[in-house]
């Protein structure tokens, strides 16, 4: 089963409501954006191939950020799709810390490919 570790060195960009363009249509703001961005490239170098079976996630943001640690986890997880895996469906663990930066702001998330998930029998 495969393990993957990345370390971004950047501050965190929690993501943001989608925003109402001139034009009438939805579009995500550019620092979620260029956030998710990095982290895809950052994780292109360590994963090769998307994962497609299911994994755990875990993730350690050291920051001084006071933003919604799920709205971090939320663009870090959309950075992630498509390049760590197919698709963030195929979380069925997420772990995600905050805590104090030591030498600088960053981001170490660590991906691990786990066995499918069990069915639970109806037991009806």
Avoid: H
Avoid at 52 to 72: G, L, Q, Y
């Amino acid at each position: 089963m495969g393990y993957y570790k990345i370390e971004i060195v950047a501050r965190p960009v929690p993501k943001a409501r989608p925003r109402l363009g001139a034009n009438g249509r939805m579009y995500t703001p550019k620092e979620t954006k260029e956030f998710e961005e990095l982290v895809g490239w950052c994780t292109r170098s360590v994963v090769k191939k998307p994962v497609e079976k299911p994994v755990k996630v875990n993730i350690d943001v050291f920051t001084k950020s006071r933003a919604d640690i799920d709205n971090i986890a939320k663009a870090i997880l959309d950075g992630l799709n498509g390049v760590a895996f197919l698709d963030d469906r195929q979380v069925v663990e997420l772990r995600i810390r905050k805590l104090p930066p030591v030498d600088c702001e960053k981001i170490v998330i660590s991906i691990k490919e786990t066995r499918s998930v069990q069915k639970c029998k109806n037991s009806g």
